[in-house]
């Protein structure tokens, strides 16, 4: 069984930065897609990155220019660095993967493997 742990949330001021980082239990590479989901109190689930072996990315509209997703083989860790954070990204964040997908990775819950998530808190 993969298991995928997030670590990095916190809390900050908007504006501010942070880092997510998710490791998993097997090879980063083996992973056709991996993505980074969020649910705020009260609220659905959303996808807000995707990453695909093959480099490509895919992005919600509401994180467009502010994250970047990133993952890096050496380190074996998938990242999300997110900047200008605001109170409505106040959420848990979830790491997911899956393999045998091509194309664009999706946003939505198409995603075989998921972390417990890391909170992400931002103040106004």
């Known amino acids: 069984q993969v298991q995928l742990v997030e670590s990095g949330g916190d809390s900050v001021q908007a504006g501010g930065s942070l880092r997510l980082s998710c490791a998993p239990s097997?090879?980063?590479?083996?992973?056709?897609?991996m993505g980074w989901f969020r649910q705020g109190a009260g609220k659905e689930r959303e996808g807000v990155a995707a990453?695909?072996?093959?480099?490509?990315?895919n992005y919600a509209d509401s994180v467009k220019g502010r994250f970047t997703i990133s993952r890096e083989i050496a380190e074996n860790t998938l990242y999300l660095q997110m900047n200008n954070l605001k109170p409505e990204d106040t959420a848990m964040y979830y790491c997911a993967a899956r393999a045998g997908w091509t194309g664009r990775c999706p946003l939505g819950p198409d995603y075989t493997f998921w972390g417990h998530g890391t909170q992400v808190t931002v103040s106004s």
């Open positions: 990453h695909n072996a093959d480099g490509s990315t």
């Open positions: 097997g090879y980063i590479y083996s992973f056709a897609c």
